[in-house]
């Protein structure tokens, strides 16, 4: 990696975002928002604000990271309570389920960064976000949202590169997206089932995994790991387990999928 490239990218951020006067920044605590959020402070000092949702797509696990690396970087976050999941067409799970919550979403982010006097609101985007089926990118483009990162031009690996050097500590956090996005599409999203999802990829962090996923299809889980996880996935007594206390969340079956871990999969039956 070029680091004089790398650091001329930063710059043109930091620059993009002093433009933009004020923002408030869509906030998950991910590896993207904390390193967007962490550039604005700089940039703008006192004139950022985050703004992040709670609700049962999310994980309480990264609410708390979340609340706890703004308290440490000084920025104010404002927690939206949000009930995602009560939106009829999002429940029903289409595949442009994801546009429909970003639209719902990010409308409520533009309102409340109004309150707060902030003159835009951005988003932590990058530019391997323009390649997978990203209906929620539309809901963002027709409502004005910002994304500095994508207009640095930075990638996934470069956000790592550079969140490591700030000591972030997000910098080798494993990838995460919205627990939506592990049911297969036009499967009803209840919030008895992210809670069995949410249970599952409990389980597989706190038994050492790092990068997964726990599909979901009907009450079948269908696990997705690191190629290189999947041999210790088969030692007779981790399986077991894994096993048992997901029949004990309410899943009937548990496959372990031989492809591993990939963005998207669910993606892979559209045309």
């Known amino acids: ?50 703004l992040t949702a709670k609700s049962c797509l999310f994980p309480e696990r990264e609410s708390g990271e979340a609340k706890d690396f703004c308290k440490n970087l000084g920025v104010e976050q404002i927690v939206l309570d949000l009930g995602d999941t009560e939106l009829p067409a999002f429940k029903h799970n289409p595949p442009n389920r994801c546009y429909i919550c970003k639209k719902s979403l990010f409308e409520k982010f533009l309102q409340k960064a109004k309150e ?30 910002k994304s500095p990162l994508r207009a640095a031009e930075l990638t996934k690996a470069e956000i790592r590169e550079l969140s490591k050097q700030m000591g972030l500590p997000t910098w080798s956090k494993p990838s995460f997206a919205c627990l939506a996005s592990r049911f297969v599409y036009g499967e009803t999203i209840t919030a008895e ?21 726990v599909r979901i299809h009907g009450t079948i889980a269908r696990i997705e790991l690191l190629p290189e996880d999947i041999p210790r996935m088969l030692d007779s007594e981790l399986r077991k387990e894994i096993v048992d206390k997901l029949k004990r969340y309410g899943f009937t079956y548990v496959s372990l999928d031989l492809e591993g871990y990939r963005t998207g999969s669910m993606n892979e039956v559209l045309a």
């Open 116 to 145: 707060y006097q902030m003159s835009y609101v951005a988003e932590g985007s990058n530019m391997d976000d323009l390649g997978d089926y990203r209906p929620g990118m539309q809901a963002i483009t027709e409502l004005g949202i």
């Open 193 to 213: 089932k992210l809670s069995m999802v949410e249970r599952a990829e409990d389980l597989l962090r706190s038994n050492g995994f790092l990068q997964f996923r």
């Open 1 to 50: 990696m070029d680091m004089n490239k790398l650091q001329e990218k930063y710059q043109k951020l930091l620059s993009y975002l002093k433009e933009l006067d004020s923002v408030a920044i869509a906030f998950s605590g991910g590896v993207d928002s904390t390193f967007l959020l962490a550039a604005a402070k700089e940039a703008l000092g006192d004139k950022v604000i985050a």
